[in-house]
């Protein structure tokens, strides 16, 4: 990235002008023209580099790594004041003074620049590798510079001194480029800069003292001089951006310097034994300044010899160093290091093998590596190593488990990570490192012991038990996993305290020991769920799920203590699952569908896997998940079917039914929810929003001159709540509706014991609410409770009109019956679910007056009801 490049654009574009000037008014001129863009070229680049070394010094509070631009811009800044001072010294009319002058710039630019590149950040990084840097050029630059003394007797533009200097500094610099270690196109153009500048002032030098009379110079070599003094800040500049001030990763070169400079001296010095030996043979002599550059190349690639030999002594040095450090390491490690060729034959081991494994080379080198091994473990070996083999690139590194023969006759268990190391020449071959883990495989099969076994029952862990599923799908034999739970075991805790709790597990895990088979593995899965793996197939698996759930339902008997608990249980076969994690969740899906089954009645039960469980399951966790909120989300809500006059066909009521529209599962039966409902404790709140809705809707019905009346249905749990009576009487009393108006449906299935039955339906009484019992004679309610319970409505269910297809005649003898008590007994019977005519024809003849159901209307929305109101009008019940 060039730094500041308007700056260069902006002084070509001013020597230009100045140029174009001197063409059109004269030489004098063009000449104060050409000095004083230089001079504005070199102090402008001089400022930038001046300004970037206290940048830098600023960021990093330091002086090292701003010196190198700071000796750069200094030596730009001696370029300039050089090329000001000829300028105004030709001003003054002298005549030798300004080549002076500028010769002087030559010799006190060059140094600065020299230092200037040395101290870059990444060019020379150690004085050790400044002084290979100058010793390299310096005998470059005498050995050039002796070879044009020797050919051209006159080569010394600008003076022996400026001469020698510019070449020995343009040798340097070059040198410095290219040996840069970091940061080498920046250190390249620094080093260029550097060498197009010295070389501008060395020429400048040149013509100035060349020339003796008026008018003064603008030739060619004036303008080249002119011009190159213009690029070379520039250069250095655009390279002093670019070089990075951090500090970076030593380099080898920096400590060990670079044998790659070797060249570049032998090249010189033969040309100059050339030259000196065609100058002799022509008939030159040999002045005393031939001689003395000659002794000045020949110290400086005597001391570049010096260092160098130094360097390999030190490098040698450290190969032996780090030879022998190697050797320790291998030496003193505990693993064994194995070379092997492609036919996997050991070529070399490491010192350890003797002492770690009693192998001596003898009984090592030369054969296979496999014939070392245990017959069970070396054809796994050998596919191991060949993989590595047959794909370096993709497989390089393997882990190899392995029996290995010691020098004694024993197996030793070991484990071996394999390298390929065949690219490496000094290796050439794959790199095998062998550690004995005999002591930690001892260690893990006793951890095992220990971690794969629950500590308060002494049965297997659920570590265990999954990898012994896993081991059995693995050969292929056929079997089951049984998955149980103790129902109501927290409560024992609570009721008995930790230490029965604890001593009914440990009678559990007995009995599950005494009613499994003797190859069956028990198993706790957790606090009080324990899983059982048999070989046996479904079948048999049911039969054993049985007895366990037999043996589990007898009581605990502990001292002081009699504790009663049922276990349900889920079998599930082992291969219909793809995992053994996933065999085990089909279990506990099978045993969590007994539990829903079985839940309100005696004992345990059992069920047997099906994937309809486990839709079934997911099903009901949503539910369960979204249940939560559903009022308030608005979710809810209530549809209405009729209560007809089967006499007149006419409405004179209507039941209130509850709908939940889910966007997301669809519509829900609340047959499926409600249940749900009760037992995540939604049912008041439920409850009293479908009350509180019904009475609404009635109220706007009466107010309409409709006189009909509600019945609204009622879960036991809520009759069992101590508020749901005043719930009911703020509902009837908010929305301004008759208290006889208003009836209370309560399941027959769902009715609580006979005391609580009666005291809550006397409560609705006492407030003027009807009750009613809802699907009469499908659940136990005797025909002779009907006088105790206070019920004011009773709906009987189809099952006890439904005649078979075909029949004729009057009512069946049940439905005479229920009817005829019910009568007698002052209650008023609805038949529900009338869906022919015959039905109708068959309660009627019963004495049933009134009736509802889909022949007579669908449970609809209000507007809809309203306008089959309209269609009939309805009478008082």
Request: charge should be neutral; hydrophobic fraction near 50%.
């Amino acid at each position: 990235m060039v730094s500041n490049p308007r700056t260069f654009w902006l002084v070509l574009l001013t020597a230009a002008v100045a140029l174009g000037a001197a063409a059109t008014t004269g030489p004098v001129l063009g000449l104060y023209a050409v000095l004083a863009v230089v001079t504005a070229g070199s102090l402008a680049h001089a400022g930038v580099l001046i300004r970037l070394a206290l940048r830098i010094h600023r960021g990093r509070r330091s002086f090292g790594p701003c010196r190198g631009a700071g000796f750069l811009g200094m030596g730009a800044l001696v370029t300039g004041a050089g090329a000001a001072a000829a300028g105004v010294a030709a001003l003054t009319g002298g005549t030798a003074a300004p080549g002076l002058i500028a010769a002087g710039a030559a010799l006190t630019a060059a140094p600065t620049f020299l230092l200037g590149l040395l101290l870059l950040p990444g060019a020379a990084p150690t004085t050790g590798a400044r002084l290979r840097r100058v010793l390299d050029g310096l005998g470059i630059g005498i050995s050039l510079f002796a070879c044009g003394w020797m050919l051209f007797p006159a080569f010394a533009p600008g003076g022996l001194a400026v001469s020698l200097t510019c070449c020995v500094t343009v040798s340097v610099a070059v040198v410095t480029g290219l040996r840069a270690v970091r940061h080498r196109p920046a250190a390249l153009a620094c080093s260029g800069g550097a060498a197009v500048s010295v070389l501008g002032l060395t020429g400048l030098a040149s013509v100035l003292l060349d020339h003796t009379g008026s008018p003064w110079p603008t030739g060619p070599a004036f303008v080249l001089a002119g011009l190159a003094l213009l690029a070379g800040p520039f250069l250095i500049v655009t390279g002093a951006r670019r070089a990075d001030d951090r500090p970076g990763q030593p380099h080898a070169a920096d400590e060990s310097g670079t044998f790659a400079g070797y060249p570049l001296l032998v090249g010189p010095a033969v040309l100059g034994a050339g030259v000196a030996a065609y100058h002799f043979l022509t008939g030159g002599s040999f002045d005393r300044t031939t001689v003395v550059l000659g002794l000045c190349a020949f110290g400086a690639m005597a001391g570049r010899e010096l260092l160098a030999a130094r360097d390999i002594r030190r490098y040698a040095q450290t190969l032996v160093r780090r030879e022998a450090r190697f050797r320790a390491l291998v030496s003193g490690s505990t693993d064994v290091a194995v070379v092997l060729d492609d036919d996997l034959v050991v070529r070399w081991q490491s010192p350890a093998a003797a002492r770690q494994f009693g192998l001596s080379d003898q009984d090592v080198l030369g054969r296979p590596l496999t014939d070392l091994l245990h017959p069970a473990d070396a054809t796994t070996a050998a596919a191991a190593l060949q993989s590595v083999l047959g794909n370096p690139a993709g497989r390089s590194h393997v882990l190899v488990q392995a029996r290995l023969r010691d020098g004694f006759g024993r197996w030793r268990e070991t484990e071996s990570t394999v390298s390929d190391q065949r690219a490496a020449p000094e290796v050439g071959g794959l790199v095998v490192h062998v550690r004995d883990v005999g002591d930690r495989a001892q260690l893990q099969r006793t951890l095992d012991e220990v971690t794969w076994t629950d500590d308060q029952t002494g049965l297997a862990n659920r570590r265990k038990f999954v990898a012994a599923v896993a081991d059995a799908r693995a050969t292929g034999a056929c079997g089951s996993v049984l998955v149980l739970e103790l129902d109501r075991f927290e409560s024992v805790a609570d009721l008995h305290g930790p230490t029965v709790a604890n001593a009914v597990l440990i009678e559990a895990a007995r009995r599950l020991r005494s009613a499994a088979g003797r190859d069956d593995l028990p198993a706790r899965l957790t606090a009080a769920a324990f899983a059982v793996l048999t070989d046996a197939p479904l079948v048999p698996a049911f039969a054993l799920a049985t007895r366990l759930a037999t043996a589990l339902a007898e009581p605990f008997h502990l001292p002081g203590h009699t504790v009663h608990l049922t276990a349900d249980v889920g079998v599930a076969d082992l291969f219909t699952a793809a995992t053994a994690e996933e065999a085990l969740r089909h279990a506990d899906v099978a045993r969590r569908r007994a539990q829903q089954v079985s839940r309100g009645l005696p004992g345990g039960r059992v069920e047997c896997y099906d994937k309809g469980f486990e839709a079934a399951l997911v099903r009901r966790t949503e539910i369960e998940q979204q249940l939560p909120g559903v009022v308030g989300r608005g979710e809810l809500d209530l549809v209405f079917q009729p209560v007809t006059d089967l006499t007149l066909r006419q409405p004179v009521g209507a039941e209130a039914l509850l709908r939940w529209r889910h966007p997301r599962l669809g519509p829900i039966p609340p047959a499926e929810f409600l249940p749900i409902a009760e037992e995540l404790g939604l049912a008041a709140e439920i409850g009293a929003w479908t009350l509180h809705r019904a009475c609404r809707q009635l109220s706007r019905w009466r107010a309409d001159g409709r006189e009909l009346w509600m019945s609204v249905n009622a879960s036991a749990r809520q009759l069992a709540d101590a508020g749901w009576l005043s719930m009911v009487a703020t509902a009837i009393d908010t929305h301004c509706v008759p208290a006889d108006a208003v009836i209370v449906e309560v399941s027959e299935a769902a009715l609580p014991d006979d005391v609580l039955a009666v005291e809550q339906l006397a409560g609705l009484r006492a407030l003027g609410v009807r009750t009613a019992i809802d699907h009469f004679g499908t659940g136990p309610t005797a025909l002779a409770h009907l006088r105790r319970l206070p019920v004011d409505v009773l709906k009987i269910d189809q099952a006890l009109f439904n005649e078979p297809a075909g029949h004729r005649g009057p009512a069946t003898p049940i439905v005479d019956v229920v009817v005829g008590l019910a009568q007698r007994l002052g209650i008023d019977v609805i038949a529900a679910g009338l869906e022919t005519e015959s039905h109708v024809d068959v309660v009627r003849a019963a004495g049933c007056r009134l009736g509802q159901g889909f022949l007579l209307s669908r449970p609809d929305h209000a507007e809809h009801v309203e306008a089959y109101l309209e269609r009939h009008r309805t009478r008082l019940l």
